[in-house]
């Protein structure tokens, strides 16, 4: 299973995590340097949580890791994101392959709003023209994992935009899943979300912990505590490009930081 | 006061306006029921016009192909070129246009697009004259090998075929040269509505892996339909109007022919235009009578287009 491979196992085999390593990482917008060396491992079926201020880069870093920085005009970055041994960025890898590997949920729920809840999972699939031999099992699988079966099984032939909020964000990542992804990205996926959609959702990232890696960038102190295993904190000075100031286990961030930046920011005292 | 005595009225919600307030409301009340005031003036000064024509042939002035120096008069076969001049400019325009906006939207660098956004919007500004005389001058003479090698080959569909020789003023070389009329409205509106495609679907599917193709296909085009719909039947109204082109390059036939490679058409503007300096009695009134059946419809395809624009998730505010 190759970046440059055009196809893709549909297995759901999670005996194999995938590890994420990032390493050298810079980014530009034009010729503003926004971020500055960032080297960060997500370990094979870890959640990683990225914290910061806003405007630090979090996202910007987040984006470079599944190859969307590139979209926006003007974006460069330079370093290496390695998955399965191959830098995502070499010149043999494709965007559209690589995003595949690496999915993304976004901070506002995004489903296609013309399409049912079924075809909104099997979206990807058809983007990709990968034949699908059981569409139901897929859709209901997929619809399980992200915690939302129930919810819907009796209306998958609804709009998806007729859904709450939270069951919105919910079929995104269902959407995410169904096409198999070694890692999945989450930015800020509770933000636009109530408490009790966000308390489901921590609970849906903490099974799919089992199924692959995920990296999450979060304001909620709270949910970092919760669902990371290992956090990073940034942080972008004034008139610096962003860094990562300080990251380890979930338990030394919060409890035992070894930079004050670090253990004020989590403890509130700014940001 | 016979109601129940616990009843309330909703109050009247009543706000007192400052002067500038009223000023400004006045001038632009005034110059909207203008436009709406200067079209029922048009229309019924048209209308009055064409009583005297329409009480002397009827039904038949639609539907006879016939026209005399002094009547009877019949514009089935005008109004039939005008439709199918629309038409074939339309079929040209509404894919090079559709192509043109989504390279402008969704493949060109910000510099290139800035650049062939002025271009197209200039093309937009040329007088129909200068149309005219370069498709009269030049590009016929390079159309006629095109409608000659599609006789040739295609000519056993009714359209392409054609009888004799001449392939000159045809209604597919008029169409050709309008079809470059409309493609600027028609492409600025289909870049309008594609610009504005929602981007947290775009990227939805850009991380599922979709190439720029799927994207277009799965979210840009979707979302842009009721613009470029509207943006078609718009071009489709600017074609039906087209006067001069036509003028200057079909020759007038007052006959159906199902052939559009071949000469001769016609179309209601070209025929006013060219016969209302010498008209006199009433072929002044079966000119109005044409006028005011090209007035409602290309009223009729605008409104429908603007309806179609306005009510799609896309066109929603988007100026025509």
């Known amino acids: ?271 | 006061m016979t109601a129940a005595p616990t009843s309330v009225e909703p109050r009247l919600l009543l706000s007192a306006p400052t002067r500038g307030d009223r000023i400004f409301r006045g001038i632009l009340s005034g110059s909207a029921s203008l436009t709406m005031v200067i079209l029922a003036l048009i229309g019924l000064y048209l209308l009055s016009g064409a009583l005297p024509e329409l009480r002397a042939d009827g039904l038949s002035f639609f539907t006879s192909f016939r026209w005399t120096e002094l009547g009877p008069f019949g514009i089935g076969a005008v109004l039939y070129w005008t439709v199918t001049i629309a038409l074939i400019s339309l079929t040209i325009a509404l894919p090079v246009s559709i192509s043109l906006a989504l390279a402008i939207t969704q493949y060109a660098s910000a510099r290139v697009a800035a650049v062939l956004t002025i271009l197209i919007d200039l093309l937009a500004a040329l007088p129909s004259l200068i149309f005219g005389i370069w498709g009269l001058i030049f590009l016929q003479p390079r159309l006629v090998p095109v409608s000659e090698w599609l006789s040739q080959h295609l000519g056993f569909i009714p359209i392409f075929n054609v009888h004799g020789t001449n392939f000159k003023s045809s209604a597919f070389i008029a169409g050709v040269v309008s079809s470059l009329m409309i493609m600027p409205i028609i492409t600025s509106i289909a870049r309008e509505v594609f610009s504005r495609s929602p981007q947290g679907e775009v990227e939805a599917a850009y991380a599922l892996g979709a190439t720029r193709w799927s994207v277009i296909k799965t979210v840009v085009l979707p979302f842009g339909r009721g613009g470029i719909v509207g943006g078609a039947m718009l071009g489709l109204g600017r074609a039906l109007g087209e006067t001069i082109v036509v003028v200057l390059i079909v020759s007038p036939t007052f006959l159906i022919s199902p052939r559009i490679l071949e000469s001769g058409a016609n179309s209601v503007a070209a025929l006013i235009a060219l016969r209302i300096g010498e008209a006199h009695g009433i072929a002044v009134n079966a000119l109005m009578a044409a006028g005011l059946t090209l007035f409602l419809v290309t009223l009729l395809v605008n409104m429908i287009a603007s309806a179609i624009v306005s009510r799609s998730r896309s066109g929603a505010g988007v100026e025509l």
């Open chain 1, 1 to 271: 299973m190759t970046l440059a491979d055009a196809t893709v196992t549909l297995s759901t085999d999670a005996a194999e995590g995938h590890t994420l390593s990032a390493s050298g990482v810079h980014a530009w917008f034009g010729s503003h340097l926004v971020l500055e060396d960032i080297n960060l491992v997500a370990e094979a079926n870890t959640v990683t949580a990225l914290i910061g201020p806003s405007g630090c880069g979090k996202s910007t870093f987040i984006r470079i890791l599944n190859r969307t920085h590139e979209l926006v005009p003007g974006a460069q970055m330079a370093g290496e994101v390695i998955l399965n041994d191959e830098d995502i960025y070499g010149p043999s890898s494709r965007p559209t392959v690589v995003r595949r590997h690496i999915g993304m949920v976004f901070q506002k729920p995004n489903p296609f709003p013309a399409m049912t809840i079924a075809q909104n999972v099997l979206a990807g699939p058809k983007l990709n023209k990968i034949k699908v031999t059981d569409p139901d099992e897929l859709v209901e699988v997929s619809l399980t994992r992200a915690g939302l079966w129930r919810e819907v099984k009796d209306r998958l032939d609804k709009p998806g935009g007729s859904l709450s909020g939270g069951q919105q964000q919910r079929l995104c990542i269902a959407r995410s899943l169904a096409v198999h992804p070694d890692v999945l990205l989450m930015d800020e996926p509770c933000s636009a979300l109530d408490p009790t959609s966000t308390r489901r959702i921590e609970e849906t990232i903490g099974e799919l912990r089992d199924l692959i890696t995920i990296v999450i960038v979060t304001h909620n102190m709270q949910q970092a505590e919760r669902v990371a295993d290992h956090v990073a904190f940034f942080l972008a000075e004034e008139n610096e490009p962003g860094r990562i100031v300080e990251q380890g286990s979930t338990a030394k961030i919060f409890e035992d930081a070894d930079d004050p930046r670090t253990s004020d920011y989590v403890h509130g005292v700014f940001g």
